[in-house]
């Protein structure tokens, strides 16, 4: 858009780089402490007045969920050289809110056995931090997203209750229930970012039902809302600004600089700078910024920024019963069990499952699907594939018969899990475009084995039969991108220290899912922001 | 006997409905201000919903009118215009305006038009055009309402702000 001002904020404070939930948690904190923050966010600023547009795209099958979000394209461009052919974009949105803007919403706690793999195991390593360090800042982050859940079942360990109660149990859930009942498997209500009543001037879920890849109704947190949080108290946000560069002495970040869509670069000064861009693109722009004082990479003194990728690998059970299932749409998850969560000196480590809620077939979809063109003879009867008006319906069975159990499945760090910079490629301002490569490993690989033989067991308890399941060897990534710039006490083998500060540069920090150094198998999410809000007080005592 | 869509219908479909006070409301509201779109493109938009719907609803002008009025002026332009060609299609073909033919000359002409045989695209050849912007369109509008997906069975559809608690009934028989 011409006449929006994207050039750069004088006497700000603190400079962050990335709208996401870090990005706006440490924004509306710092803002709230009466720093002068400026955010510069690569994509855009999606306008809250077009999200029931969004949702008719969501829903219409014309229309793909990365066009909802303008996911991927030349800015977005990366590689993948690894075992692992990995979709980067599939899930990832650049824009004011990040990924929430997409995500499920889904926001169980790490474990205390997390932070303590190798003194438990003798696998992986100890985070600096213990999760007692980081349960205040866990109910802190609670309070602060909205998060619906109770005490039952095999969670980690809490003192305050959740801020709202939880989602009933579907039809679906009694089912499983009756299963785990007889197995002696807890289950537990999903924590989650959606709120059951009006919460913090944001609405209860209405059940739309179109969560992934977009909430009209404001009821599932996304990052905006701290950004907006942030801009009341005083923060200045630029999007539609890609950092490039963070311009620095031996010591500390002076600048950074970014180029505006038309290609104009600025330097943005601050005093300190935060970068909290993902799991990918954190590393990227810290080796995006070598200097003749960093070689090889801006704070990479360990050699370890981009090295312990990790990811999520999801394995799913699916079986056939013969009674209904869920007859409404609830397209988000109800129950989880963390039976399974703890491991012990595994292989098999850490499951967290999930109980899916099936989906009746969408009359949308049906009516909307269009012709089978590969069919079609040119003659006359033939519109071909779905008609309309009388025919409209036929062949459409919403009866739901299915069932499938999900499984978060834990990954350990292994060095040789990159993120890179691919020289033989760049993106649409002519940068190196990051390079993920890394392999699933045999831990992960035997952890898949046995949530299949988990989940199968469920289901077949409960009657159903098993109609499909994951190749544990080949399952899906769920696009949680952690451990690139991991947390230490020693600089040798870490880039930040428990503060987040980078162990080289002094004003420089990394606020992401990137500073983790183990991931268990709960979703980042509430992890990023509680990490968020205690950097955010490490940061302001900076000030 | 049909059941009859109206106004309040195409409010629901539009995501507005039973969500008082939620963002969606404002969003629709703030969207659809401004011109209304043209009678002549309702009353076109109108006669294709009535060739394209199940015999068991009918929409109102009303129905169709607050589906139209609730979009963005970007896509009421792409409406209007995917109305205009249709027009033109049926004139060229019956030597009549679309509104002025019978149900099943209606439905001969878009079949004429190659509407049928297309994929649906808003940015494709006039044909896709069209399925995209009316017939897809009000195919959208009834089944993300209750009244179009209760002839499948399901009281609280996708796109439908019916509270979440009403997506947690059980199914028919059971507690």
């Not at chain 1, 909290?276 to 704070?299: F, K």
């Not at chain 1, 459409?396 to 990954?411: A, K, L, P, R, S």
């Amino acid at each position: 858009m011409s006449g929006v001002d994207r050039r750069p904020v004088s006497g700000a404070d603190v400079c962050v780089v990335g709208a996401g939930v870090a990005g706006g948690v440490v924004a509306a904190k710092l803002a709230a402490a009466g720093a002068d923050v400026v955010v510069l966010e690569s994509g855009e600023r999606f306008d809250p007045d077009d999200r029931l547009a969004q949702m008719e795209q969501a829903i219409r099958p014309e229309h793909t969920d990365s066009e909802i979000w303008n996911m991927g394209g030349p800015r977005d461009r990366f590689s993948s050289s690894g075992d692992v052919e990995y979709a980067l974009n599939e899930r990832r949105v650049k824009g004011v809110g990040g990924t929430t803007l997409h995500w499920l919403g889904t926001t169980p706690r790490l474990h205390p056995r997390d932070f303590e793999m190798d003194s438990r195991y003798g696998v992986a390593t100890d985070w600096p931090i213990s999760y007692d360090d980081l349960r205040p800042y866990y109910a802190q982050a609670e309070r602060e997203l909205g998060i619906v859940g109770n005490d039952e079942g095999n969670g980690p360990p809490r003192t305050e209750p959740y801020p709202m109660d939880p989602f009933p149990a579907t039809h679906a859930d009694g089912m499983y229930a009756d299963a785990c009942e007889e197995l002696d498997i807890s289950m537990r209500p999903c924590p989650q970012a959606r709120n059951t009543e009006p919460y913090d001037g944001r609405s209860q879920c209405v059940g739309y039902g179109t969560c992934i890849p977009v909430c009209p109704s404001g009821a599932k947190y996304s990052g905006d809302v701290h950004i907006g949080t942030a801009e009341e108290r005083g923060a200045q946000v630029i999007s539609r600004v890609t950092v490039e560069h963070l311009e620095h002495g031996t010591e500390s970040v002076e600048a950074a600089r970014y180029v505006t869509p038309d290609g104009t670069r600025y330097r943005q000064t601050a005093e300190q700078f935060v970068v909290a861009a993902g799991g990918v693109e954190t590393p990227r722009l810290l080796l995006l910024s070598e200097s003749s004082h960093y070689p090889d990479g801006l704070a990479n003194t360990s050699g370890l920024v981009g090295r312990y990728f990790m990811e999520h690998p999801g394995v799913r059970t699916t079986a056939r019963i013969d009674s209904e299932t869920n007859p409404e749409p609830v397209r988000f998850l109800t129950r989880i069990s963390e039976q399974f969560y703890e491991g012990a000196d595994g292989p098999p480590g850490s499951i967290l499952l999930k109980f899916g809620n099936p989906q009746p077939a969408s009359p949308v979809e049906h009516a909307l699907s269009g012709p089978d063109t590969s069919s079609l003879d040119g003659l006359g009867t033939a519109l071909g594939g779905t008609e309309w008006g009388e025919d409209l319906l036929d062949g459409i069975d919403t009866e739901t018969n299915t069932f499938w159990i999900g499984g978060n499945v834990e990954m350990l760090p292994d060095r040789t899990n990159r993120v890179t910079l691919d020289d033989g490629q760049t993106d649409e301002f002519g940068n190196p475009v990051p390079d993920v490569s890394f392999g699933v490993g045999s831990y992960a690989t035997e952890t898949a084995e046995e949530a299949l033989a988990i989940q199968r067991e469920i289901l077949e308890t409960a009657g159903a039969e098993v109609t499909r399941q994951t190749d544990p060897a080949d399952p899906n990534y769920l696009s949680h991108h952690m451990g690139t710039t991991r947390m230490g006490a020693d600089p040798s083998e870490s880039v930040v220290n428990p503060q987040l500060r980078t162990h080289d540069v002094e004003n420089l920090w990394c606020v992401s899912s990137s500073v983790f150094p183990t991931v268990g198998s709960a979703n980042p999410t509430l992890t990023i922001a509680a990490l968020a809000l205690r950097a955010s007080e490490f940061l302001t005592a900076d000030l | 006997m049909t059941r009859e869509l109206t106004r309040r219908d195409a409010l629901v479909a539009l995501g507005s409905g039973a969500a008082i006070g939620t963002a969606g409301l404002l969003a629709s509201e703030s969207k659809g201000a401004g011109e209304a779109a043209d009678s002549d493109v309702i009353g076109t938009v109108h006669a294709v919903a009535e060739t394209v719907y199940p015999d068991e609803v009918t929409a109102t002008r009303a129905f169709v009118r607050t589906y139209v009025d609730g979009q963005s002026q970007q896509r009421r332009e792409a409406i209007a215009e995917a109305t205009a060609r249709l027009n033109e299609g049926a004139k060229r073909h019956t030597g009549q305006r679309f509104t002025a033919l019978s149900e099943g000359d209606r439905t001969a002409t878009l079949t004429r038009l190659g509407v049928g045989r297309v994929e649906s695209n808003p940015d494709g050849s006039v044909p896709e055009r069209i399925r995209y912007q009316l017939v897809n369109s009000t195919l959208y509008a009834l089944f993300s309402s209750p009244l179009g997906s209760e002839l499948v069975g399901i009281e609280n559809p996708t796109g439908h702000p019916g509270g979440y608690k009403s997506l947690f009934r059980p199914p028919e028989g059971e507690q």
